[in-house]
């Protein structure tokens, strides 16, 4: 991209401009104005140019432009980008909506070797993370790995200890493919997990509702929203230990012969009305109900209960159906 200015050759920024945008930007993109505002005045320019000038990633460069076209101090078309010619009026309105406004690029930028070794010859840390990445992956980075590792950096602004953690965690769960680790690192980055603390907090939780999938048998796949917030909601807000929530899990695939969440949710949420708080307090409920069935038809009642009771405890049929689900 080539920038140009065809105002005088005096570098001096409007009043308005100091008062009224320059309090919105952050650090970076008034640095990025400044410098280009007044070095175009006197030689045509590029926003690589000025990436390597200044040592800003050339993809943060491009995104301040375009901010700077939002508040119409630039304007683009074919030929490049130019400065406003009367750059006293900014558009001020727009210019207050910035300072609450963050800005976010929808789409992984595209790192340049250049790019990624200019980086790297600045700050220790992103040589160590390519290392440290390379060791737990076992295998040479490739330029696309290296472009994608980065911009957990760059673009989702994960700080390096999460980015080693979260490589670590992937790789002991043979995960190495940098697309995939991708698609994690942007959901973290979605869910506010930008601390190492916050990291750990939520694969914590994230094994607990894998150990409830393999009391279905499920061990293939990762838990769906859906899913996860049924799981949440047995855990967190009806406070289930893990062995009373195996135990409904056992029901219900005695019941109707597949894993499912939500017959699973309606045994707990009748458990969590019964007050049930141990595996003791589930077989009184079960003993009740029994005994409640037998004494409003103990002839036909007694027959069918007696079954009843044996499906709960065929645990070998259980098995079997967790097997079954494994091996899909």
Excluded at 149 to 170: G, H, N, R, T
Excluded at 213 to 222: A, D, L, N, V
Excluded at 237 to 264: G, H, R, W
């Amino acid at each position: 991209m080539i920038i140009k200015n065809n105002n005088n050759l005096i570098v001096s920024l409007p009043y308005s401009f100091i008062t009224s945008v320059l309090p919105g930007l952050n650090a970076t993109y008034a640095k990025i104005y400044v410098y280009a505002y007044g070095k175009s005045l006197y030689e045509e320019i590029s926003t690589k140019s000025i990436s390597k000038d200044l040592n800003i990633l050339e993809s943060d460069v491009v995104a301040a432009f375009k901010t700077f076209e939002e508040l119409e101090l630039v304007q683009s078309d074919a030929n490049g980008v130019s400065f406003a010619t009367s750059a006293t009026a900014p558009n001020i309105n727009k210019a207050k909506a910035l300072k609450t406004k963050k800005v976010v690029v929808d789409t992984r930028p595209e790192y340049s070797s250049e790019e990624i070794q200019l980086y790297t010859e600045n700050n220790n840390e992103i040589t160590e993370m390519f290392a440290s990445a390379q060791e737990n992956l076992g295998k040479l980075l490739t330029k696309k790995d290296l472009s994608i590792l980065f911009s957990f950096y760059d673009w989702l602004m994960l700080p390096f200890e999460v980015i080693e953690f979260l490589i670590v965690y992937c790789a002991e769960s043979n995960h190495t493919n940098l697309k995939y680790i991708e698609s994690i690192a942007i959901d973290w980055h979605n869910k506010g997990i930008n601390t190492l603390e916050k990291a750990k907090d939520y694969l914590n939780i994230h094994t607990i509702y894998r150990k409830i999938f393999k009391m279905y048998g499920i061990g293939s796949r990762e838990p769906k929203p859906a899913e996860i917030n049924f799981m949440h909601r047995w855990l967190f807000e009806y406070s289930f230990s893990l062995d009373i929530i195996n135990v409904a899990c056992d029901k219900t695939l005695m019941q109707i012969n597949k894993p499912s969440l939500k017959y699973t949710d309606k045994i707990l949420t009748d458990w969590l009305k019964a007050k049930v708080q141990s595996i003791e307090d589930i077989k009184k409920l079960d003993e009740n109900f029994k005994n409640s069935k037998v004494a409003a038809n103990p002839k036909t009642a007694k027959s069918k209960l007696a079954n009843f009771t044996q499906r709960n405890i065929d645990f070998d049929e259980i098995e079997k159906i967790k097997e079954r689900q494994l091996n899909r």
